[in-house]
């Protein structure tokens, strides 16, 4: 059993409810949160939508997947009657979205309780989450530390028992990243898989949507009714059936020795268990860095989103989101099309690497979570930034599917393990997750 199944397994015993559900998560909520993991919080509703499903249990009809289930949104996804300010006080007086984004309405049939909107990096521009507008949600494993973004109030909100799973977006790691910093398990499914129409833009050739929750099996039942399939249960595989390979190039660079130490560790576990675990160069990741030189993608669409914006209220805006946003105003057309001709023949490289193997094993992020008083310093910080964006982002730039589970010891500093599949592969690579959190033991410290 996992966390969303134990719930949902509860509430058909008749042993909780989805009010009772709601009463603990609003409760936290009211313990822990100080105002910088939630921006809004939907009590009224979620009231009206936890007891809807106990009523409708109470009659006798059939549980819907998610049913009574709290569930936590990032702030950028459009639900009718709230500001969807992307984590801006540029957008904080906007009129309330009229209608639900796709995710949410499929979210909605599917039974979940919705607790709130959860803060974010400003635009979701930063793998760090730092927010200046509405403050920054400390670790939940460690204060001093930051939680990693920029999903990172919806991280926080799974990791302090606010909502029992999430749901964010990642363009360079962003669901991934405040996952393996805060212990639990992240999935970024490739970008097709699921709709991104309501959902405030950052990059329209990376972003993605995906949850944050305890554990795979609970990051695949939210994947399922967020691409509106039928729910499932990733069974898991036998270990010797199982190709996974390691890329010697970029992607163990600069590791600091507890990430080091916690994912030779990991490889060790797998290995012993009869998992084939092959090294291999994939010397063409460390051509990556030219498709993200200028700001690459991220920059050149985000810069068209806020260009106007920007004309008359830059200083509105976190001044290190901005800056990066504005390095799209010097990419041209010519340079756009550069890079969209180099993406797609890094993608047919990496298609072909990957027709051998079911993913590619290697650190979420080569660095555990940094301290606050790490980014004081501009430079510090956007050389931190990078640092924790670097290999996540190579699911989004190559277009993979990616999930992160926790692969560190009680008492150490959470540490990532990622597994990158081949787009379209979601199904699968959610079964080898599965197979590895089981072997390693991984599961959520909090």
Not at 36 to 47: G, L
Request: charged letters at 20%; aromatic letters at 4%.
């Amino acid at each position: 059993m996992t966390v969303l199944a134990d719930l949902l397994a509860a509430q058909a015993r008749g042993e909780t409810s989805a009010v009772s559900l709601l009463d603990h998560a609003m409760q936290r909520i009211r313990e822990a949160d100080d105002g910088r993991i939630h921006t809004a919080v939907f009590e009224a509703t979620a009231r009206a939508e936890a007891r809807a499903v106990d009523i409708l249990r109470e009659g006798g009809v059939p549980a819907a997947p998610l049913a009574g289930l709290p569930v936590a949104l990032k702030v950028l996804f459009d639900v009718a009657g709230q500001v969807t300010h992307a984590g801006s006080r540029l957008l904080a007086d906007a009129a309330p979205a009229a209608v639900d984004a796709p995710v949410v309405s499929r979210l909605r049939r599917a039974g979940a309780v919705l607790t709130g909107h959860t803060n974010m990096t400003e635009f979701a521009y930063s793998g760090l989450g730092l927010n200046p507008h509405y403050g920054t949600p400390a670790n939940p494993l460690d204060p001093t530390r930051i939680p990693g973004g920029s999903s990172s109030g919806a991280a926080v909100a799974v990791a302090q028992g606010m909502a029992a799973a999430a749901v964010g977006s990642d363009t360079g790691g962003s669901i991934r990243i405040p996952a393996a910093f805060c212990g639990l398990v992240g999935f970024k499914p490739s970008q097709a898989r699921v709709p991104l129409d309501g959902a405030f833009p950052l990059s329209s050739s990376l972003d993605s949507i995906g949850p944050i929750a305890s554990s795979v099996a609970c990051c695949a039942l939210l994947d399922a009714v967020l691409a509106g399939e039928a729910p499932w249960t990733p069974e898991t595989l036998p270990a010797a059936g199982l190709r996974l390979a390691i890329p010697q190039r970029y992607v163990l660079d600069d590791m600091d020795h507890t990430v080091a130490a916690a994912f030779q560790r990991a490889v060790s576990r797998l290995s012993a268990a009869g998992v084939p675990v092959q090294d291999v160069a994939a010397d063409n990741l460390g051509e990556l860095p030219a498709l993200l030189a200028g700001g690459g993608f991220t920059a050149a669409e985000s810069y068209r989103v806020h260009r106007h914006w920007l004309e008359h209220d830059a200083d509105q805006y976190d001044p290190r989101v901005r800056v990066r946003i504005e390095r799209g105003a010097s990419i041209s057309a010519a340079d756009y099309l550069a890079l969209q001709h180099e993406r797609s023949r890094q993608i047919a490289l990496m298609d072909r690497l990957l027709e051998d193997h079911d993913a590619l094993l290697l650190p979420t992020v080569p660095i555990i979570p940094p301290r606050f008083d790490e980014l004081e310093d501009d430079a510090d910080y956007g050389r931190i930034n990078l640092l924790a964006l670097r290999n996540p982002t190579v699911g989004n730039l190559l277009d993979l599917c990616g999930v992160s589970l926790p692969c560190h010891a009680p008492g150490e500093q959470p540490v990532g393990l990622m597994l990158l599949a081949r787009n379209g592969a979601d199904r699968r690579l959610l079964r080898v997750a599965a197979t590895a959190e089981a072997l390693l033991g991984a599961r959520s410290p909090t």
